[in-house]
């Protein structure tokens, strides 16, 4: 589940620009992007007392649920994070993406929640919808962005620009500000103990750590998990935290803590957390660990013996088989994954565990598939990214041959996931329509028809029976998950019937043995996943298994004597097995489970809260005010060249002096356009520039506008002597240098493929017309303005790139850059041309061990010097070289070993430590005419991935280089 705050780079030049505010800097940093949704999207806007609702039309009603949520539970999210100042906050509901998530970003403040709910097992099904916990969750984050507790650095850059003190909120380490949101969304009102604290499968992984013989530290739940499941270990950890620590003071250790962290961001989060717990981060660590595995040993004592499966294939960390299905009495096919496992289809054989690829395949979040009766072709969904919009993707059913490898696209457009074969091979699927879905039916030609009729539910999978007679429906009613049965032949159309449900567990998984008789199936009572098999006959239910942290997604084997499943154990998901005797295993309690003559069905119309909430069409201008304002200094510093004729320097010597001046920049919630703009006055006059770029293309055209002075070294031609004896010699002097004139720029990011290989091309276009003149000190000109029109077409292709999540560099595909500069017209010299280019093929030899290699090429054309800054092309050890004009060419290959992921850090000094690995590497350039003048280096060094106070990534590389021609030996860091 990505219910998450972004950090990109609009953070960290937010960050940046703290320094700008404090103390001014020279350089303007953006701190604000546009993005491009599809064309033909339309939104409306529902005010209430605290909120803006920004809703794509076709969302009214999650956009008056959302307005009712939010200012229902804004009163206890303001108490619990100690929020006293007033809210006011726009929040965007898309309808147009089928990859749900919802996360709240500072640059610029608002909430985004995709309305389609988030499928899979990451969220608790309890809650009655998928806008009660989203908005609710996303609240706490909003409510905690927003903070002014006192004065401090924080309440200094907020005088200057909110949404930069809103940042430096949220740089707080990722595993508190969602440990916090996941503890509120834990303890909301409501008919069901909903929230993943309460979660059986959020939680598993949880327990199986803290039992593990590495449990957690304290930096690996503060921080977001670079190269070890599960990367959601933040949420969870962070969650568990929190209410460790809120269980000593109710939670006043995040209020103090934040607020000294808003006065002093600088000195670290750790010392805040110190300040806030009354405690140490050691001795916190010692107390969570110490009371988290204290309470799991009680837990898995009070289970029981716990089920002994047979492991057919796993046992190693980083590998998940997951939703086995028999494709004979010794063969599965499962959905894999891993760290250094490319995920699709694989056949496992039961008897010795060997894994076959069959085919590569990306999936949904829940890798759900079925298998045609015939058992020759899986049916299963897929995201497909819009070509032109990276926030859309829609969810399509594909079906793949076995044999062949084939895959069919059986839907376009369609918005469906989970499908099932149906009797007579009718393709059946899930699809989406807000944040519920509707059961259909695939036509042959694309098409869908909806065959369920009753709204406000919420599809999970579907099971047919294989007399066809019935089928088994997991389906979630406002937070109660459990079997339903369907009959396709009631006379009134398709007829629901609640069949096995739980009075505190949910269902998940569900599959038919071969004859019809058993449905099996995975529930939570007690809070733990585990197998649970229907006698169809008689509706008794007994319980399969006592797992340890979690069973589930069930599958008989043909012959009905063993039964498969997914065992979880600490960053792994086992493939098992176990004797299938559905009349061994023990009655549950009749207790645990809930009469279905009790379940009454919801008034078949969704009730719309916020119905006094009024709506208006969107209109973007209303938020054109600047969102930041701030103060900007300029200042270079240039000493009097005292070695300069008195005469010249008061002629021509310059020193700009002291600038002083303001910027602003500016957006609106939907970031269809941005602005910034800086204005300031140096050496008497006024200079500025401003841009205004559109997301509204896609295209994105962007246009800036320029008339800016710097001072640059340039040879002047003095004259000396008297008579016939003139001698002529160059002097170097500093003058003002003006420059005025435009750029106008396009960028379109275009996604070619992507299904586990990922190609893309971003194309993209700067025209820049420019003048320049030199001055003096007095402002006076020296040279006249002399223009040039210049452009710099530019691409990025990928093809086929692939990266594990292990892999420091892609082990296989393609990378290509290219970017020219020309010069169309030029006034006073020589017109500039020139192209650098480089390619990187990267080969999957030896990709099961997350070993990368990669051979390279370049090449240079230019018609002069200086055209382009050269320190990455030319091989290392040779950085300042300058290369003339003509055509260059160069090669490299590069093998990286990791060496140790070590995903752990220091909670005081906010260093945490991702990934260390070697490389070596050999690489050499020289001229297309003169290969013999080359340039080579060989070397070998070590990287270090990390990340620096929770938001700064570092890659650091620190190699030897060796230059073969000169002989001699240097450090070179990238």
């Not at 509901?93 to 640059?107: A, C, E, H, K, Q």
């Not at 980083?318 to 959905?335: F, M």
């Not at 930041?628 to 000493?639: N, R």
């Not at 594990?804 to 290509?816: F, Q």
Request: charged share 20%; proline share 7%.
């Amino acid at each position: 589940m990505k219910l998450c705050t972004p950090v990109g780079r609009g953070r960290v030049a937010a960050l940046l620009l703290v320094a700008a505010i404090v103390l001014p800097l020279r350089a303007q940093v953006p701190i604000y992007d546009v993005l491009y949704r599809p064309p033909g999207v339309d939104y409306r806007v529902l005010r209430s007392p605290h909120f803006d609702i920004i809703f794509q039309v076709g969302l009214e009603a999650e956009a008056r649920e959302a307005a009712a949520v939010l200012e229902g539970t804004l009163p206890g999210t303001r108490d619990l994070v100690g929020l006293r100042r007033p809210l006011r906050m726009p929040v965007v509901l898309n309808r147009f993406n089928d990859r749900s998530n919802g996360y709240v970003t500072p640059l610029p403040f608002k909430q985004e929640i995709e309305g389609v709910s988030l499928k899979g097992k990451a969220l608790s099904p309890r809650h009655a919808s998928w806008i009660e916990v989203v908005a609710a969750h996303e609240l706490v984050h909003a409510a905690h962005a927003e903070l002014d507790p006192g004065f401090g650095v924080g309440r200094v850059v907020r005088w200057f620009a909110p949404d930069v003190s809103r940042s430096i909120n949220l740089s707080a380490p990722s595993g508190l500000t969602e440990g916090v949101a996941v503890y509120r969304e834990s303890r909301l009102d409501g008919p069901h103990a909903a929230g993943r604290l309460h979660f059986s499968l959020f939680n598993m992984a949880y327990r199986a750590a803290m039992l593990s013989d590495d449990p957690w530290s304290l930096a690996q739940v503060l921080e977001r998990s670079a190269y070890t499941w599960p990367y959601n270990r933040h949420y969870i950890g962070g969650a568990h935290l929190y209410q460790h620590l809120a269980g000593e003071d109710g939670g006043a250790f995040f209020r103090r803590a934040t607020r000294w962290y808003y006065r002093f961001p600088f000195l670290g989060f750790g010392v805040a957390l110190w300040h806030g717990a009354g405690q140490s981060p050691r001795r916190i660590e010692q107390a969570f660990r110490a009371r988290a595995r204290a309470e799991e040993q009680a837990r898995l004592a009070a289970i029981g013996p716990l089920t002994q499966p047979h492991r057919v294939a796993g046992g190693t960390r980083g590998v998940a088989y997951r939703h086995p299905v028999w494709l004979d009495a010794h063969t599965l096919l499962v959905y894999a994954y891993g760290y250094a496992l490319r995920p699709g289809f694989y056949r496992v054989d039961v008897r010795t565990g060997a894994r076959r690829l069959v085919r590569a395949q990306s999936n949904t979040e829940e890798p759900y598939f079925a298998l045609r009766p015939d058992g020759r072709v899986v049916a299963a969904a897929r995201y497909v990214p819009d070509p032109f919009s990276p926030l859309r993707a829609v969810s399509e059913v594909e079906e793949l041959d076995l044999a062949t490898g084939r895959v069919t696209r059986r839907t376009s457009g369609g918005r469906v996931l989970a499908p099932a074969y149906g009797p007579g091979g009718t393709l059946w699927a899930l699809q989406n329509d807000g944040q519920y879905n509707h059961w259909v039916r695939i036509t042959p030609d694309g098409g869908t028809e909806r065959l369920s009729r009753r709204e406000g539910v919420l599809f999970r999978s579907l099971h047919p029976s294989p007399d066809g007679a019935l089928v088994a429906v997991v389906l979630n009613v406002r937070g109660t998950q459990g079997i339903f049965r369907a009959r396709l032949d009631a006379p009134d159309g398709l007829r629901l019937e609640p069949w096995v449900l739980f009075a505190d567990a949910s269902v998940y998984d569900a599959a038919w043995s071969a004859d019809g008789r058993y449905l099996v199936f995975s529930a939570d009572p007690g809070g733990i996943a585990n197998l649970f098999v229907l006698e169809r006959q008689t509706g008794r239910v007994r319980q399969v298994t006592r797992a340890a942290f979690g069973a589930m997604e069930p599958r008989p084997s043909p012959d009905g004597r063993q039964l498969a499943y997914v065992d979880y154990q600490h960053e792994r998901y086992d493939l098992v097995t176990i004797p299938f005797e559905p009349a061994a295993y023990p009655p549950v309690d009749p207790a645990l489970l809930r009469p279905p003559e009790d379940f009454a069905w919801p008034p078949p119309t969704v009730p719309t809260p916020g119905a006094a909430f009024e709506v208006e069409p969107y209109r973007s201008w209303r938020y054109a005010a600047p969102r930041v304002v701030y103060p900007t200094l300029h200042y270079t510093g240039e000493p009097r060249d005292r070695t300069l004729d008195p005469r010249l320097a008061e002629r021509f010597e310059t020193r700009l002096g002291l600038g002083l001046g303001f910027g602003f920049q500016g957006t609106d919630p939907l970031q269809s356009w941005r602005y910034m703009g800086e204005a300031f006055v140096r050496n008497g006059r006024p200079w500025g520039r401003a841009t205004l770029e559109l997301g509204t293309s896609v295209l994105r055209p962007a246009l800036t506008l320029y008339d800016e002075p710097e001072t640059a070294e340039v040879g002047v031609t003095v004259l000396s002597g008297n008579g016939s004896a003139v001698d002529t010699s160059v002097v170097g002097i500093r003058m003002g240098v003006e420059k005025r004139g435009m750029v106008l720029g396009v960028r379109t990011p275009i996604t070619l493929r992507s299904n586990v290989f990922e190609s893309r091309l971003t194309l993209g276009m700067q025209g820049v017309y420019e003048q320049v003149r030199l001055f003096n000190d007095a402002n006076e000109t020296v040279r006249g303005f002399l223009g040039r029109l210049t452009l710099r077409p530019y691409l990025i292709w990928l093809h086929r790139v692939q990266a594990n999540p292990r892999d420091i560099v892609p082990n296989s595909g393609l990378v290509g850059t290219l970017t020219t500069e020309l010069d169309v017209w030029r006034e006073g010299g020589g017109r500039r041309r020139a192209l650098i280019g480089r390619l990187s093929l990267y080969l999957p030899l030896l990709r099961a061990h997350n070993i990368g290699l990669r051979l390279g090429g370049g090449m240079l054309v230019q018609n002069r010097g200086s055209v382009f800054d050269l320190d990455a092309f030319l091989p290392r050890g040779y950085a300042g070289r300058t290369l003339g004009a003509g055509t260059f060419l160069r090669y490299d290959a590069e093998y990286t070993q990791p060496l140790w992921f070590i995903d752990d850090g220091l909670v005081l000094l906010p260093a945490y430590f991702q990934a260390l690995y070697g490389f070596v590497f050999g690489e050499t350039l020289h001229p297309a005419e003169d290969p013999a003048a080359r340039l080579s280096s060989v070397g070998a060094g070590l990287g270090l991935r990390m990340r620096f106070a929770s938001l700064w990534n570092l890659h650091l590389r620190l190699a030897a280089s060796y230059q073969l021609e000169a002989g001699t030996w240097d450090v070179v860091l990238r």
